[in-house]
């Protein structure tokens, strides 16, 4: 086997590839072993994936919709004490009922009843434009490629590389710049429904949607019965906001002149789905209640905690 993204052999690595991380929730979008090699892998883990999942957005939006860690652990996020007027991290754990608080001082004013609620900042938006979130982007488009193909175009593709007759040279720039971080590509961000909204499929059970991805084609121009030529864009929406990018091609105005032709609308909706938002909450303080026969070694107390 080769790996998709260096080219080298990748018949002994033990690596699977989670196009979207585990850290934001995701236990279906998989590569089989081999497509992605163990030193890519590792790679995207370090230098693109925890580099976006740090920031402070996203730490933010983790904690506030219990996406936890590949472990399982709750996310842990700087967090403001009024009360004691200090800021400490600050990580909970629903199973055990505790809010673990690592400034001394802090758990300090909380035991003597001087503080009794935290703040978290609310972030919106990640940070745009940020070369990281490009990258990854460019990293998922390109990995969903070939989960979409299969192993028919996997092979497809080996064969093509040893003909030197590559039909995925479309995509060529595209893994240089996930992969090497060669040149720039431009990408789209909006919020397109709040964190708070709940669908329904055909009217059945509601849900909410953690992330969800799409290719769709744009400016289409045939060449003859069956061919033709267009835009390739990759969508992808993690709680509410979209991402963009075109896969062929680092620029997004194409896209930009998509959504001018199709205002208020999405490439992602589904016209089978209907959606019923809930309010959103601007601020997000956090009340400490107490148990007084709870120890406070470290860690402070839950009785209850709740979001105003
Ligand atoms: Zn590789």
Request: hydrophobic fraction near 30%; aromatic fraction near 14%.
């Amino acid at each position: 086997m080769q790996c998709i993204f260096c080219h080298k052999d990748s018949s002994t690595s033990k690596s699977v590839e989670h196009i979207i991380p585990e850290s934001l929730g995701n236990k279906e979008h998989i590569l089989p072993k081999g497509y992605v090699c163990d030193a890519c892998n590792h790679y995207f883990s370090v230098k693109i994936e925890s580099q976006l999942l740090s920031q402070p957005y996203f730490v933010s939006m983790r904690r506030r919709n219990d996406i936890r860690t590949k472990k399982g652990r709750y996310v842990a996020e700087e967090m403001f004490f009024p009360g004691a007027h200090k800021m400490s991290e600050t990580r909970f754990d629903l199973d055990e009922n505790v809010l673990y608080i690592t400034d001394q001082d802090v758990i300090q004013s909380i035991v003597e009843g001087k503080c009794h609620s935290a703040l978290s900042l609310y972030l919106e938006e990640p940070e745009f434009p940020n070369k990281v979130m490009s990258r990854f982007l460019a990293k998922c488009a390109y990995e969903s490629i070939f989960l979409l193909g299969g192993d028919r175009d996997y092979q497809l593709w080996l064969k093509g590389r040893e003909n030197n007759d590559c039909t995925f040279q479309y995509f060529e720039e595209l893994r240089q710049f996930a992969r090497y971080g060669v040149g720039e590509w431009s990408y789209s961000q909006r919020r397109i429904y709040s964190e708070g909204t709940f669908f329904s499929y055909k009217g059945g059970e509601p849900y909410e949607v953690l992330h969800e991805q799409k290719f769709f084609y744009r400016g289409i121009e045939w060449i003859d019965e069956y061919r033709f030529k267009a835009e390739l864009y990759y969508v992808l929406v993690v709680c509410g906001i979209e991402y963009v990018i075109c896969v062929t091609d680092p620029d997004i105005s194409g896209y930009h002149q998509w959504l001018k032709e199709h205002p208020g609308h999405s490439p992602i909706e589904d016209e089978n789905e209907t959606r019923l938002e809930i309010g959103m909450y601007d601020v997000n303080p956090l009340l400490i209640k107490f148990d007084d026969k709870a120890e406070t070694n470290g860690k402070a107390p839950l009785g209850k905690a709740c979001n105003t």
